[in-house]
């Protein structure tokens, strides 16, 4: 099946900093959703984005298909933003496949 | 519109017992699922209903059973429940489904957090 990586699997953060996220997938797709698990364990849409560039506030998202990856950009980050954030990759039989995720903690 | 809704929250059981995880939707979706997250790993399909009235097998099936009541519920049935089951149960739909090879957002339930003992 389709191998989804992650990178890096943790990141701390001084409140205010940028990070950038990273999604490899190992084959072609359909299409790619981004998550963020809150500390309380909810899992939150954040985007959903076959290919170009998204943006909602502080994040963005840019997906490149043809090379097969997507980053996921975050500005001024703030403590709100800890938890885990995952990628999802369609393979357009209903499933999706998750990466292990990107744990982020933001220090105040 | 509450979206997608689990019950329990919580549920602890001894090996070897049953139980029925539920779950709904009110988003008039066709397409269900039922995910297990385990610690340190995304999640993995469990089972999925494309439409009403079909189910179909995901990555991970053994010791669960499914039932797509109606367009807006889908159950997951643990029949003997052993230890190696204890892991947070998510549900979730999608708006696409019956037999399209397009994708669309799949949106998360809150979650079971299931221990067996």
């Known amino acids: 099946g389709i191998q989804v990586e992650q990178s890096p699997p943790d990141l701390i953060l001084q409140e205010g900093a940028n990070s950038t996220l990273r999604c490899n997938f190992s084959?072609?797709?359909?299409?790619l959703q981004w998550f963020h698990q809150n500390p309380w364990g909810q899992l939150i849409n954040l985007f959903y984005?076959?290919?170009g560039t998204k943006q909602n506030g502080r994040l963005s998202a840019t997906t490149v298909a043809t090379e097969r990856y997507s980053l996921l950009y975050i500005s001024s980050s703030q403590t709100t933003d800890s938890g885990v954030y995952f990628c999802?990759?369609?393979?357009?039989?209903?499933?999706?496949?998750f990466g292990a995720g990107t744990t982020v903690t933001v220090r105040a | 519109n509450a979206g997608v809704t689990q019950t329990p929250k919580f549920q602890v059981l001894k090996t070897g017992q049953s139980m029925t995880l539920q779950c709904a939707q009110d988003m008039n979706h066709n397409s269900m699922y039922w995910y297990r997250q385990d610690p340190g790993m995304g999640l993995r399909l469990i089972y999925y209903?494309?439409?009403?009235?079909?189910?179909d097998k995901g990555e991970v099936p053994n010791g669960y059973n499914v039932s797509r009541l109606n367009k807006r519920e889908f159950s997951l049935r643990l029949e003997s429940a052993a230890p190696s089951q204890t892991s947070v149960y998510f549900c979730?739909?999608?708006?696409?489904?019956?037999?399209?090879?397009?994708?669309?957002?799949?949106?998360f339930g809150p979650g079971t957090r299931l221990t067996v003992l």
């Open positions: 984005i076959p290919s």
């Open positions: 999802a990759v369609h393979t357009g039989d209903y499933k999706l496949s």
């Open positions: 979730a739909s999608s708006r696409l489904g019956g037999g399209t090879t397009s994708t669309d957002t799949q949106y």
């Open positions: 209903s494309a439409s009403e009235g079909t189910t």
């Open positions: 084959d072609s797709v359909n299409n």
